[in-house]
């Protein structure tokens, strides 16, 4: 399929390939309409500004672009956020609003987003960071992708909507936690297997559980990763006759851990509950507390990813630590010895991983 031009787009939206090139260089100042009109023309052809014409037109940017999607949490998840709660944010700098949660900050993605920043920093780059709630990921990324030399991308559902392989063909392209695909790019994941199969082992051979249960829903390559792994090895260590799956509801939905409710008011808890990632394992927690159950009393509870909550959280949170910063710092590495030339085929880089006993499971 012959790769869509600036002069196709132009062609399409009825404008000079100038309005194109400048649409994807500097939007703020085109006509919001005539932007509109450009934007809905490359999304149609699937057409991402090559990183080669751009070397042409003013050399490289020496800019490294970071996207986020819609990952950054305002609240602890589960917690909606009033539409005036965010306004006051603004002003009112002694309210509740700004007393520091860090149950909502730093995560999984604010550490890699660090890991990243501190790469750039050191490398002398410069740091493009970009986010999009919604479907307009994919207008937001076409944007960036012609102002930068290189694009790291977290996981996100919004991917699927995106020309990933045409973007991946023409500039070099970093994915994090999103496993391996054919799709010829470098792919930053963390040892979700070995971390698993340590969690499991630790709950059977030292607190001599027998019946253990997963929360967490499989909306990424990481959670799918973790609770394939977890079957795995229950099955392995002779606990697979027992339903595997407690609950697996978004914390962002109505329906968040109504399943543990369910399991909880009939009787049917576990002697452990395993969750996907630490923010499910808090909330867990706080949960079986709110009950009048004991962490690790009456049921144990695990987490992955090793955010600092885990540490300053009573009861201590046993997990899996993964290298976020490591993440980071790799993935603008690569990126930046890539040297704006796209991978030509999959390349994957798996971390290790650290399984951390704390209180949670009734180690100290």
């Given at each position: 399929?012959?790769?869509?031009?600036?002069?196709?787009?132009?062609?399409?939206?009825?404008?000079?390939?100038?309005?194109?090139?400048?649409?994807?260089?500097?939007?703020?100042?085109?006509?919001?309409?005539?932007?509109?009109?450009?934007?809905?023309?490359?999304?149609?052809?699937?057409?991402?500004?090559?990183?080669?014409?751009?070397?042409?037109?003013?050399?490289?940017?020496?800019?490294?672009?970071?996207?986020?999607?819609?990952?950054?949490?305002?609240?602890?998840?589960?917690?909606?956020?009033?539409?005036?709660?965010?306004?006051?944010?603004?002003?009112?700098?002694?309210?509740?609003?700004?007393?520091?949660?860090?149950?909502a900050y730093p995560l999984y993605v604010d550490e890699v987003?660090?890991?990243?920043?501190?790469?750039?920093?050191?490398?002398?780059?410069?740091?493009?960071?970009?986010?999009?709630?919604?479907?307009?990921?994919?207008?937001?990324?076409?944007?960036?992708?012609?102002?930068?030399?290189?694009?790291?991308?977290?996981?996100?559902?919004?991917?699927?909507?995106?020309?990933?392989?045409?973007?991946?063909?023409?500039?070099?392209?970093?994915?994090?936690?999103?496993?391996?695909?054919?799709?010829?790019?470098?792919?930053?994941?963390?040892?979700?297997?070995?971390?698993?199969?340590?969690?499991?082992?630790?709950?059977?051979?030292?607190?001599?559980?027998?019946?253990?249960?997963?929360?967490?829903?499989?909306?990424?390559?990481?959670?799918?990763?973790?609770?394939?792994?977890?079957?795995?090895?229950?099955?392995?260590?002779?606990?697979?006759?027992?339903?595997?799956?407690?609950?697996?509801?978004r914390a962002v939905s109505a329906e968040w851990f109504v399943?543990?409710?369910?399991?909880?008011?009939?009787?049917?808890?576990?002697?452990?509950?395993?969750?996907?990632?630490?923010?499910?394992?808090?909330?867990?927690?706080?949960?079986?507390?709110?009950?009048?159950?004991?962490?690790?009393?009456?049921?144990?509870?695990?987490?992955?990813?090793?955010?600092?909550?885990?540490?300053?959280?009573?009861?201590?949170?046993?997990?899996?630590?993964?290298?976020?910063?490591?993440?980071?710092?790799?993935?603008?590495?690569?990126?930046?010895?890539?040297?704006?030339?796209?991978?030509?085929?999959?390349?994957?880089?798996?971390?290790?991983?650290?399984?951390?006993?704390?209180?949670?499971?009734?180690?100290?």
């Amino acid at each position: 399929m012959r790769r869509a031009t600036v002069y196709d787009v132009a062609n399409k939206a009825g404008v000079s390939t100038a309005t194109v090139s400048f649409t994807f260089r500097h939007p703020e100042k085109v006509k919001p309409s005539t932007r509109e009109k450009v934007l809905g023309a490359a999304h149609e052809l699937e057409y991402v500004p090559s990183a080669s014409a751009r070397g042409l037109a003013r050399g490289r940017t020496g800019v490294l672009g970071l996207y986020s999607f819609d990952m950054l949490l305002e609240r602890t998840e589960g917690i909606e956020l009033a539409e005036d709660d965010a306004e006051n944010a603004y002003t009112n700098a002694g309210s509740d609003i700004m007393d520091p949660d860090v149950r909502a900050y730093p995560l999984y993605v604010d550490e890699v987003q660090r890991g990243f920043e501190l790469e750039c920093w050191r490398r002398g780059r410069v740091l493009q960071l970009s986010t999009a709630a919604g479907h307009g990921a994919e207008e937001s990324i076409a944007e960036i992708a012609g102002r930068v030399d290189g694009l790291a991308l977290f996981p996100s559902e919004y991917v699927k909507g995106l020309p990933l392989e045409r973007l991946c063909r023409q500039m070099p392209v970093v994915r994090i936690s999103a496993g391996s695909e054919n799709v010829p790019a470098a792919y930053v994941n963390c040892d979700n297997t070995t971390g698993m199969n340590a969690i499991v082992d630790h709950l059977i051979d030292v607190h001599h559980v027998r019946s253990v249960a997963f929360v967490g829903v499989q909306d990424s390559s990481d959670m799918r990763e973790r609770y394939a792994a977890f079957v795995r090895r229950i099955r392995e260590r002779g606990l697979g006759d027992m339903p595997a799956l407690v609950d697996d509801s978004r914390a962002v939905s109505a329906e968040w851990f109504v399943k543990l409710c369910d399991a909880l008011g009939s009787g049917q808890l576990p002697e452990a509950v395993v969750c996907s990632n630490d923010q499910s394992a808090l909330g867990v927690v706080e949960l079986l507390q709110d009950a009048g159950l004991k962490v690790p009393d009456d049921v144990i509870v695990t987490g992955f990813d090793g955010v600092l909550a885990g540490r300053l959280l009573h009861p201590t949170l046993t997990t899996v630590r993964q290298p976020m910063e490591a993440m980071g710092r790799l993935a603008a590495k690569l990126l930046d010895e890539q040297a704006e030339d796209p991978w030509r085929e999959p390349c994957e880089y798996r971390l290790p991983v650290r399984f951390i006993a704390r209180e949670s499971c009734g180690c100290a």
